[in-house]
């Protein structure tokens, strides 16, 4: 059963709010560490039941460890700028459905750094994983953002 088009749209722009918060919230951390606020311990501690928070994983700003590492990073900023460009393009219709066998290729690169590394052939540098996580969350945004709308 498909959702009313309007209440597709609103919930896609809802979840594009909550990636926007979460997003300033993981660069918000880092600043506020670095002027000592007693806020930053507090945002560190909302972020670790979704991430592991490992140092040598994690992108460093105003000197200090952003509040997630460098792969939800990705996650989060792509929900969150891909999110907002879906929207506005399948509401304006200028994109069509994503098919399944594109979806699949979209995630091949997911897969193939994920398992290299499961498998004990290479480390992924935090620029690879976040690069990987991007695509990857790009392309099923697209799925979701279309499944809402229709």
């Known amino acids: 059963?498909?959702?009313?088009?309007?209440?597709?749209?609103?919930?896609?722009?809802?979840?594009?709010?909550?990636?926007?918060?979460?997003?300033v919230l993981i660069i918000l951390t880092?600043?506020?560490?670095?002027?000592?606020?007693?806020?930053?311990?507090?945002?560190?501690?909302?972020?670790?039941?979704?991430c592991h928070q490992l140092?040598?994983?994690?992108?460093?700003?105003?000197?200090?460890?952003?509040?997630?590492?460098?792969?939800?990073?990705?996650?989060?900023?792509?929900?969150?700028?891909?999110?907002?460009?879906?929207?506005?393009?399948?509401h304006l219709r200028k994109i069509s459905a994503l098919t399944l066998p594109l979806y699949i290729c979209a995630l091949a690169p997911l897969a193939i750094d994920g398992a290299s590394q499961l498998v004990g052939l290479r480390e992924s540098s935090n620029i690879t994983v976040s690069y990987t996580h991007l695509r990857a969350h790009e392309t099923s945004l697209h799925l979701v953002c279309r499944l809402l709308l229709e």
């Open 30 to 50: 880092p600043y506020l560490a670095s002027r000592d606020s007693p806020f930053a311990p507090y945002l560190y501690l909302l972020f670790k039941p979704t």
């Open 55 to 90: 140092a040598h994983r994690s992108i460093f700003i105003y000197g200090h460890q952003m509040a997630v590492c460098a792969r939800c990073t990705g996650i989060w900023f792509t929900l969150m700028l891909v999110g907002y460009i879906f929207t506005i393009l399948l």
């Open 1 to 23: 059963m498909r959702m009313n088009c309007n209440i597709g749209i609103k919930l896609t722009w809802a979840l594009n709010i909550l990636w926007t918060i979460t997003s």
